[in-house]
């Protein structure tokens, strides 16, 4: 099988063909919440085209068009940034019109943007960006609007074939024109003469003229039109403008038969959704405010692993992402990355080496660094004292015999990342997981075990002082006795002994990676201080 990646490169580098300067585009409305979703197809897809491209040698531009002309529209969540009724006197501005509800940025835009543009070059380095806003005060794209005007008759009858139920009336220009009494977007335009538009407002009734600069071409002419101003050949788009007959039709037509250029190779790909401990609460949206933000990815995990769910996930799939799950999506790319780093794989090992290797946003290391899991990271950043964690940390590891050699600097900052970003983790998206051990054998936990728990605890410390104090034989140790029937005690009533024992507490997180980064000799002692 084929990883899905490189189906699709071949269809691309067949679409442009033998033309050397390149431009994979995407496009983001920033109406609200910047979330992680908007990385997949518009940057990760992009970059992974990008970057194949010009590994064949020619110059490719990345780029993204910010839609900040857009109209706000004032929708629940929108209006629910602001205090009170404040949102509605805004609704029909642009949204870079708008104000930051919480007042740090200039507006709107800059305040959502902050937490997924500041943090983009860790996603995805060397992305042009360009707004809406910008790409009306260039000549071509003025040139364009101008043309658009004087023959909008001839755009209306293309237009309305995909209107039938609601075809725009003899007369219509497709620009919606900047109001200067009511500062909205989207007065009638009735003529462009230069740079400026003649417009009626429908919101306030006024008549007037305004810049072209501040207003935008109707969003069918408007795609196509920033096709052709920044030579795109290659865009993602999402899926609910791929439908037959569906706006990207229209603009591809409108592309080739009003402003005579060959439109770019689209690639529609699916939603991300989101969803909270396993319930999927929908895909993740903008203006719903639905999601989360790459700044807060990058708080819990690196930029490559979000990547590598995407480049594993063919394109065309959705894709539902949980906060709660961060730890099993470390598994998945430490799994890939030994797969990468072995000689010897098959099926579906194949795909997942060849997702790790497009995920990295720099080259991979020659050899395969130490990885520690992310979960014994959250225990180790628990258990360890704040001042000189990492060499704590490190010895434990070596001690332990979980790491058995001296790390790499490369392999020193990763641990110390994945350390502060479980612990971060643990905190923010799965307190359970939050352990603290009991310094000292309290009697009040004594006087909760009685002669047969005591027995329990003491049949496991002997198993435990034989064994190689790994996950995976801790884990089996406990299968086994338990299944053995040898405890004298239910096995639900052994791990609340186990956890009372060692936490002070009846509940704990999963056994086997919590013991195995704790010293093998001090679980061994505790247990037998406490069936004492
Ligand atoms: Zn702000
Ligand atoms: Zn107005």
Not at 292 to 304: K, L, N, R, S, Y
Not at 354 to 375: C, D, G, H, N
Request: hydrophobic share 35%; proline share 5%; aromatic share 10%.
């Amino acid at each position: 099988m084929t990883h899905w990646f490189d189906e699709l490169l071949p269809e691309a580098k067949a679409y442009v063909g033998e033309k050397r300067e390149l431009v994979v585009n995407a496009g983001l409305s920033v109406s609200g919440l910047q979330h992680v979703g908007r990385l997949r197809g518009e940057i990760t897809l992009s970059h992974l085209l990008a970057r194949a491209l010009r590994g064949a040698g020619r110059p490719v531009v990345q780029s993204l068009v910010l839609y900040t002309q857009d109209e706000w529209k004032g929708k629940e969540g929108q209006l629910g940034q602001f205090k009170g009724d404040e949102g509605r006197k805004y609704v029909g501005r642009r949204l870079i019109d708008v104000p930051d509800p919480f007042a740090c940025h200039g507006n709107w835009v800059d305040h959502y943007w902050r937490d997924f543009g500041g943090v983009l070059e860790r996603f995805a380095p060397g992305v042009r960006i360009v707004t809406t806003t910008e790409a009306y005060k260039n000549p071509e794209m003025q040139a364009l609007v101008r043309d658009l005007a004087a023959r909008s008759e001839e755009v209306r009858v293309l237009v309305n074939k995909y209107r039938a139920r609601h075809p725009y009336p003899s007369g219509w220009i497709p620009f919606e024109a900047f109001c200067e009494e009511c500062h909205t977007i989207g007065a009638k335009t009735i003529s462009i003469d230069g740079t400026t538009a003649k417009y009626r407002c429908e919101r306030c009734g006024h008549s007037g003229s305004s810049s072209i600069e501040k207003g935008k071409l109707n969003w069918r002419l408007e795609w196509p039109a920033l096709w052709k101003v920044y030579r795109v050949d290659i865009e993602p788009f999402g899926k609910d403008h791929a439908t037959p007959g569906g706006s990207r039709d229209s603009c591809k037509e409108i592309a080739e038969t009003i402003m005579h250029f060959r439109p770019p190779m689209g690639i529609p790909y699916e939603w991300v959704g989101i969803s909270d401990r396993g319930k999927d609460l929908g895909d993740m949206g903008s203006s719903d405010f639905l999601g989360f933000t790459p700044a807060q990815w990058i708080e819990v995990a690196d930029p490559e692993v979000l990547r590598y769910l995407y480049a594993y996930n063919p394109i065309f799939r959705r894709l539902v992402l949980d906060l709660y799950r961060v730890d099993t999506y470390h598994d998945l790319y430490d799994r890939a990355e030994e797969r990468f780093f072995s000689a010897d794989r098959e099926g579906d090992e194949e795909d997942q080496a060849r997702s790790y290797e497009l995920a990295q946003v720099s080259a991979p290391p020659t050899e395969r660094p130490f990885a520690l899991s992310y979960r014994h990271a959250a225990f180790l950043s628990q258990i360890s004292p704040e001042h000189g964690r990492i060499e704590w940390c490190v010895k434990r590891l070596r001690d332990t015999g979980i790491l058995d050699r001296t790390p790499t600097n490369l392999e020193r900052d990763r641990i110390a990342r994945r350390l502060e970003q479980s612990r971060g983790w643990v905190e923010k998206y799965a307190p359970e997981n939050r352990v603290r051990l009991m310094e000292v054998l309290s009697p009040q936990v004594q006087s909760q075990l009685d002669a047969k728990d005591r027995e329990g605890l003491r049949l496991y410390a002997t198993k435990a002082a034989g064994l190689p104090w790994t996950e995976d034989a801790i884990k089996e140790s406990m299968v086994s006795l338990t299944k053995a029937g040898s405890l004298p005690v239910e096995t639900g009533r052994f791990f609340r002994d186990l956890y009372l024992v060692l936490l002070g507490s009846e509940k704990g997180p999963r056994a086997a990676p919590f013991l195995a980064v704790l010293e093998k000799e001090w679980v061994v002692r505790r247990l037998k201080e406490a069936a004492h």
